[in-house]
């Protein structure tokens, strides 16, 4: 093979024959969308919609801007300049079929942290009409006890009283809406595409509890002018490793710094409240809905949990990916009895979605042998992910005395990799989680009292009084520590004999 071409814009038409790239003419396009945070989930999902948009030869007004507000994004900046922005989509079918597809949506990335004005100006200019984020939960800094905006994180003290410096993300916006307000240009929507129940509304709340404070004023105009869309996303990308970058490199003969790889599937469902206008997604297979609720419930409670499921008992029995666990016709099997059992029916009713295709089609995804997801991204923070993916199913089955046998196994199962941190055979696990240390310390206390793992409320609310959940929850928690084997609960349960 010939040297392996560098990826950047003048390359674009010696690379190899098989890659696709975009073919618009990218100095024309206008960046009507600013992007905080951008991560392989942006890439793969915003910026493939956006870029599928602009080789539709729509939509020129859509050019995005990244930004990065802390220093740890120095280094994607400094590989995608030097790429011309671009970067490549590695799309892994299950067959083994790979499309290689140089995504040109991305034109410029400013960096908050070295320069804020320059990403308020840009978030000011009439030019952008969308500022969009995919900033994780964390980046919300909802306060867990109370739900409101965390005064007590020290960055937003410190944003409250410098708005032309801001860290937050919600420092930014303020600075930026409020230049918008005084020049008397439209403001902008604030369109969250992280895989958080209501994100918009959630991004509303956040950014008016420290608007509020900041500026009263300037919060009433926010809530007159500003559209937050709900949005429901979906879009599994595992986190892009070395072997990527050496695939690219050695099978397809071209060098790219950061490549993001994800599966064929995509679904972005948004609901249709633009202040100043959007893209034409719909060209390119979204969907703008009224409300957004159930198809992110039954997103969050069936894909999300599914992936709960697996990540942490597939992590205390020492599987790595996803596609290992559903491999095992055990943890198929098993999936499928939560979610048929014990998700679905408390679901409401999706429009235009058969729930049993929905689920078949989330076990073929999982099972992407070319998709090499690993548990360790599954149960990254999760103690933010049980109490919206599955806490909820357990809540409303008690409720109205529906199962809950499998997704308590999961509990218990996560008392016992919070404790002891290794898999059945003594391998240590990957943990990383804001709570670990809490959670470890809660869980240690099983051996003495059973429910101790329960009693962290800002997880796992009032279940710890809940009678016929704690029932259940001791013996399964009893049995897993006596026989750490999970195999033979979860067969148990399959068989009914639990
Ligand atoms: C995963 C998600 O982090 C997780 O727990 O379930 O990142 C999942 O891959 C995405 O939501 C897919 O859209």
Redesign the pocket.
Known sequence: MKDAISLNQNNLHQLPDDVVYPEYNRSELKTGIVHVGVGG?HRSHEACYTDELLGLGMGTDWGICGVGVRAADRKLRDILKNQDFLYTLIVKHTDGKIENRVIGSLVDFLMGCDDPASVIDRMASPETKIVSLTITEGGYNVDPATGEFNFDNPDAKHDLNNPLQPKLVFGYLSSALRKRRDAKIPAFTVQSCD?IQHNGDLTRKMLLGFVREQDPELAEWIEREVCFPNAM?????PVTTAADMDYLKNQVGMRDGWPVTCEPFSQWVIEDKFSNGRPGWEAVGAQFVPDVTPYEKM?LRL??AG??VL?ILGSIHGFETIDECVSDELFAKYLRAFMDSEATPVLDAVDGVDLDDYKDTLLERFSNPNIK?NLA??C?ESSS?LPV?LIPTITENLKQGGSIKYATLVIAAWCYYSDKGVSKDGEQLEIVDEMKDALHRAAAGTSKEKLAFLKVESVFGDLVQRKSFTDEYSRMVGKLYENPDITQHMQALLNGRE
């Open positions: 989930f895989n996303v979906d879009r599994i990308t997103k894909l999300n992936h709960t990540g997801d991204r599954i990254l992910k993916f």
